[in-house]
């Protein structure tokens, strides 16, 4: 594996300056005669992985400028991918090679019409939103260009086969251990067409269509959801010399956000609130799923964590008519500041002393209070082990309450404010 790779412009036997159309017929030709499903050649597997890579680079022309000028297809930092990490499931040229040569392998009669082809592709969720245009790279059986699709060298039209007589299936007996058994086998001649061309086109072989690496620009609507696809009439497999193409079905694949779950049209997201925004009402500016959109949103007083406030019309846009949109649903984040100053926890202190509640003293720490909980603890204990008749306990108890009068009740930890 460590071994140098050979030149990829070697590999295919063409200059550097070759032109695309060069490169194409350079590597049509020696990937016919070394694909695995009609080499002999031992090494024809690893021989083909090696042509059909460096087609792929060449025939790329950001992959082939890299190439040339960096010696890597994907650029002097090797991460310079091309555009082609946002489709997945595309078609390998090995395998088209296979449908090229296979015909009708065990089939009773080949299709002449192509194919249709599917793809997938990721978008964002914002990229759902407003909808995207997307160029997709992909390989498929394209017509023929040297032939315009009709398979033929000279311009002649295609014959009836004489071997099958036009029904592409050439059928033959065979005596077995279980008697005579007919089998029906694609007609060698035609390669299962039916029809044959006087002088076949080299480049496709008569077939009218050959590999290709194709380019198809693809509008996504806004408001696409993830497993819904689009449908490009005649961009699929190309039918053999000039039959109907397959089409090309487009699947979309939408990512999770890591700010909104998506359920239909409706989105839901957190929200920061202030504690204090909470408690008195507050309009909260949050980002939307569109670009740069700022969504306000009405925080009544008085709202509790994980309360849901749900904004109309800031969802997704509704497919097929963009100016509708979901709902936003806000799930509230209550933030308790933790950054209060001096004065600020004084003027709260005092405000929630007279509410009546159990608050700890600005001059008085956290810790100093768990310390007194202990000895709180003793004295309590203490007190219960005491006899009911020793009168000197209790009065020591007794005592501290005395010692400290307090305006309110119910202050478990304010009763025992200042006391060292
Ligand atoms: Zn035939
Ligand atoms: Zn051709």
Known sequence: MAEAKRDYYEVLGVDRDADAKTIKRAFLKKARVMHPDVSDDPD???????????????????????????GDPNGPGGFGGAGMDDFFGGFDMSDLFSEFFGGGR????????????????????????????RTITYDRLAPCEDCGGTGSADGS??????????????????HTILGRMQTQTACPTC?????????????????????????????IPAGVRSGQSLVIQGAGEAGVRGEAAGDLVVTVEVEQSDR???QGDDL??????????????????????????????????????????????????????????????CVVNLVVPRDLSDEQQ??????????????????????????EVFSEDKGLAEEAEAPSGQAATHEAADDRPAKKPRPTKKRPFGKRRKKK
Request: proline letters at 6%; hydrophobic letters at 35%; charged letters at 25%.
């Open 44 to 70: 024809a597997e690893a021989k083909f992985k090696e042509i059909n890579e460096a087609y792929t680079v060449l025939s790329d022309d950001a992959k082939r400028a890299n190439y040339d000028r960096y």
């Open 106 to 133: 065990g089939a009773s009669r080949p299709r002449t019409r192509g194919r249709d082809m599917s793809i997938s592709m990721r978008i964002s969720l914002q990229e759902a939103a407003t909808g995207v245009e």
């Open 157 to 174: 039209a295609p014959e009836t086969c004489p071997d099958c007589g036009g029904s592409g299936v050439v059928t033959s007996w065979q």
């Open 191 to 219: 390669h299962g067409t039916g029809q044959v061309v006087g002088t076949p086109c080299e480049t496709c072989d008569g077939q009218g269509r050959a590999p290709s690496r194709e380019k198809v620009t693809v509008q």
């Open 260 to 262: 909104f779950v998506r």
């Open 268 to 329: 839901a997201c957190a929200i920061d609130v202030d504690a204090f925004e909470a408690m008195l009402g507050a309009a909260v500016d949050v980002p939307g799923v569109m670009p740069d959109e700022t969504v306000t949103v009405e925080v009544p007083a008085g709202t509790q964590p994980q309360a849901q406030i749900v904004v109309p019309g800031k969802g997704m846009p509704r497919l097929g008519s963009p100016d509708r949109r979901g709902r936003l649903v």
């Open 346 to 371: 004084a003027a709260l202190t005092a405000l929630a002393r007279e509410r009546g509640c159990r608050v700890a003293g600005s001059d008085e720490t956290l810790e100093g209070m768990i310390d």
